[in-house]
Nanobody, 123 residues
Framework: QVQLAESGGGLVQAGGSLRLSCAAS????????MAWFRQGPGKEREFVAG???????RYADSVKGRFTISRDNAKNTVYLQIDSLKPEDTAVYYC?????????????????WGQGTQVTVSS
């Protein structure tokens, strides 16, 4: 089992920045693919960004250029730097992990999830 714990969410004005963290524990591996998803009010959960075991990164088109994912295997932690925040970025942000090496953009392919951290962007 893998346990994931997100932190770093909060209330921020449009144009601001946040850095989300996801600490992994349990049966973790540097070979795991890690990803961030988000779920806005009344919306389905959507893929935001992911990083695989080679440090290859994948982003949703809607966040390219504003979001940066990174991982620190020594700390078993994945980060999501969010810049130039927009009101439409308001959502609960979830960290997810899968034992496969490839980053996938479908929530169903990730068996491990954190509890989520709320990001609210005011206009």
């Amino acid at each position: 089992q893998v346990q994931l714990a997100e932190s770093g969410g909060g209330l921020v004005q449009a144009g601001g920045s946040l850095r989300l963290s996801c600490a992994a524990s349990g049966r973790t591996s540097s070979n795991d693919a890690m990803a961030w998803f988000r779920q806005g009010p009344g919306k389905e959960r959507e893929f935001v960004a992911g990083v695989d075991w080679t440090n290859f990164k994948r982003y949703a088109d809607s966040v390219k250029g504003r979001f940066t994912i990174s991982r620190d295997n020594a700390k078993n932690t994945v980060y999501l730097q969010i810049d130039s925040l927009k009101p439409e970025d308001t959502a609960v942000y979830y960290c997810a992990a899968r034992a496969g090496k490839v980053v996938l953009a479908i929530a169903h392919d990730y068996p491990y999830w954190g509890q989520g951290t709320q990001v609210t962007v005011s206009s």
